[in-house]
Structures are given as C-alpha cells and as structure tokens.
C-alpha cells in the first residue's frame, strides 16, 4: 500500500495522492484502505517514514560537524527522490506522524559538539526546518521551471548559484553558528 502512495506521489505529486486514487490503483475499495491506515494522515505518516528511512543507515563521518553535514546532505537527498518529498515530509513532521530519527541523529550529532539536551534539540529542529524549507523551495522551482511558469530570469537553470551550493553555504553557517556557541563558553 506504501508502494503505490509512493508511486502515486512520484507520478501525480502530493496535491493528487488521495486514498481514492491509492484505492483505484490497488484495485480495491476506498474502504478497504482504512483496514490498513485510520485516515490520510497515518498514510502519509508511514509515506514519510519510507522516504526517510536512509535516515537509519550508519554516519561514516566521525566528527560531530562532519556528522550533522552528512546528516543534512543525506535528509535533503531523501528528500529530493520523491516529487513532492520535502512537501510531504514537512506536513508530517508539524502533525507529528513520522518518525523523529532523523532530528534525533542531528541532536545527537549537536550533543557529541558539546551542546546540552534543550540546546542540541533546539538546534536539531532548527536545523530540520532548514533542510526542510530549502529543499521544498528548489522542488517548487524544479516543478514551475518544468512547467514553464517561471520567466527565464527566475529559472532554476539561470541561478547563479547551483541549490546544492546555496545549501551548503546555509548548512555552513549553522555549523560555524554551534562552533561559535560553543566557543563562547570556553571564555
């Protein structure tokens, strides 16, 4: 059932993913669905959860900034393999239907710089709604450039800077940001 949400996501976008269409595509009635998942919403949870499941995997990195970048890195291509991913994903973050693991490795990651619980949790939300937000903006042009509702000056492909570029330079500043936290308690 996950699988053809997702293939529903991929192929039509979130907007069009509806438990009409998932019933169609599965050959089954819209209320068999809720066998499965009580409402919209628990499927898109568990939606969320597949697309962040590369979350899981090990951090080769062993330093804390190395770490919370490969984290970053890692969220935003999770992100980026589905149309409509950050979308979806951010949805079920603010209603709380997808797993944590993910801010809870970049907590972790703050904790092992140094920061307290309340610090490393506040900096690992921060940093999520980050790779959120800037990931849900560079889909949204991607999908109006391909569509042809961005004028030429606005167009993903006469920026300046590549998205991959614009985002390390945000996830740099919040790394030197803990650095400097950090540093002014050293004093």
């Known amino acids: 059932m996950v699988d053809g949400a997702i293939a529903i996501l991929d192929q039509y976008g979130l907007a069009d993913l509806t438990m009409r269409r998932l019933a169609t595509s599965l050959h ?3 209320g068999a669905l809720y066998w499965h998942f009580p409402n ?18 090990p951090v080769a990195a062993d330093e804390w900034a190395e770490q919370i970048t490969e ?13 409509d991913g950050a979308e979806l994903v951010s949805a079920t ?6 797993t ?8 972790s990651a703050a904790i092992r710089a140094g920061m307290t619980r309340e610090e490393a949790d506040l900096a690992a939300y921060t940093l999520l709604y980050y790779v959120l937000g800037q990931t849900v903006d ?3 042009r991607i999908q109006m450039d391909s569509m042809g509702a961005l004028a030429e000056e606005h167009s993903p492909l006469y920026d300046t800077t590549d998205a991959t570029s614009r985002f390390d330079f945000g996830l740099q500043l919040f790394i030197s940001g803990v650095r400097h936290l950090l540093g002014t308690r050293v004093r």
């Not at 984290?71 to 149309?83: G, I, M, N, Q």
């Not at 973050?93 to 997808?98: D, F, K, Q, V």
């Not at 944590?100 to 907590?107: F, N, P, Q, V």
């Open 40 to 57: 919209k919403q628990a499927l898109l949870g568990a939606v969320a959860d597949r697309i962040l499941g590369p979350m899981d995997e």
């Open 28 to 30: 089954v009635q819209p």
């Open 71 to 83: 984290l970053a890195h890692r969220l935003r291509e999770c992100l980026l393999a589905y149309r």
């Open 100 to 107: 944590s693991k993910g801010r809870e490795r970049l907590a």
């Open 93 to 98: 973050y603010a209603s709380r239907l997808t």
């Open 138 to 140: 560079e889909q949204s």
